[in-house]
């Protein structure tokens, strides 16, 4: 059959589902991951053909888009700055949002911080001068913990979550990706960990089960429950607990962030007033929603 064939078969098929960009993308995906073909192959080869073994990933592809499962789980791989990730229905698929929590930390990470001493205030010498103790809590597929292993080489990468499925995937991550992570498998409702760290980062459980209907098919079907909802009673929870555990654990100084649920970002930002934290500071994402949160340990 011509690759031009199946592409028009894809546009009639998720045409009811998906925008045309967006099909355009899935099929120049799916050829790229499964026959090795660049974007630009119909435009110099109209005429080129697939033979039987070579169409069949691509209407397999095509049946589950129609699930509107996600494309990422399909092809089992996902992009991620600048890595390139396994991802299964055990972790949730990175996002855009994410990356800035990253590039958050990156960016004060280059930074020598700062404290005050009387009047006055005193910078401190890099951290980059000895290696960071950074603990990423929810690690799912390790791309926060992957992505600041690759990017911060002399720090000391910490990544916990619950589930070992996730553990699996992330740890498959790290090793493709050539660095160094430290898993624990800990459940951070009851945690048992006796190291301090400088920095604590966390994409935990936000969205509130009366915010399902806002979330589309393809992310509340298929992306683990466990990873994304918590309840309309305590939607705060994993929060509390990680202020908690970060009470004991972080440094003097040490920094805590955070990726929030944007209805909550005021009654999040209230739970850090109670504790020991200062300079408490809430950021806009690329959509201009509050999906960040940094504070520093007094």
């Not at 026959?35 to 049946?63: C, H, V, W």
């Not at 949002?97 to 590039?103: A, G, K, M, S």
């Not at 992330?170 to 006796?194: M, R, W």
Request: with cysteine.
């Amino acid at each position: 059959m011509l690759l031009k064939e199946i592409k028009d078969i894809f546009h009639t098929e998720l045409g009811a589902i998906y925008p045309k960009e967006e099909i355009d993308s899935f099929f120049y995906s799916c050829i790229e991951h499964y026959l090795n073909l660049e974007r630009f192959i119909l435009a110099i080869q109209p005429g080129y053909t697939l033979n039987k073994d070579e169409e069949q990933p691509l209407f397999e592809a095509l049946s589950e888009l129609k699930l509107e499962k996600p494309l990422q789980y399909i092809l089992g791989t996902a992009h991620f700055m600048d890595l390139e990730l396994r991802v299964d229905e055990n972790v949730l698929i990175p996002r855009p949002e994410t990356e800035e929590l990253v590039q958050w930390i990156l960016l004060d990470a280059e930074r020598p911080p700062a404290r005050r001493v009387g009047s006055r205030m005193v910078i401190e010498r890099s951290r980059n001068d000895h290696s960071l103790r950074i603990l990423d809590i929810g690690t799912g597929s390790g791309c926060i913990a992957i992505a600041l292993a690759k990017h911060l080489p002399d720090a000391k990468i910490y990544a916990l979550d619950v589930s070992e499925g996730a553990l699996s995937v992330a740890k498959e991550n790290a090793a493709s990706n050539g660095v160094d992570v430290t898993f624990l498998h800990q459940d951070i409702l009851n945690p048992e960990i006796n190291l301090e760290f400088d920095v604590i980062v966390s994409n935990p459980p936000y969205v509130r089960e009366l915010e399902k209907n806002e979330i589309q098919r393809n992310v509340k079907d298929f992306e683990p429950d466990t990873a994304l909802f918590v309840s309309d009673e305590d939607p705060l929870l994993f929060y509390r607990a990680i202020l908690g555990f970060a009470e004991n654990h972080l440094s003097e100084n040490g920094k805590l962030y955070f990726e929030i649920n944007q209805y909550l970002a005021e009654e999040t930002k209230a739970l850090f007033n109670t504790r020991n934290f200062s300079e408490i500071e809430l950021r806009k994402d690329m959509f201009g929603n509050y999906r960040m949160l940094k504070a520093i340990m007094q």
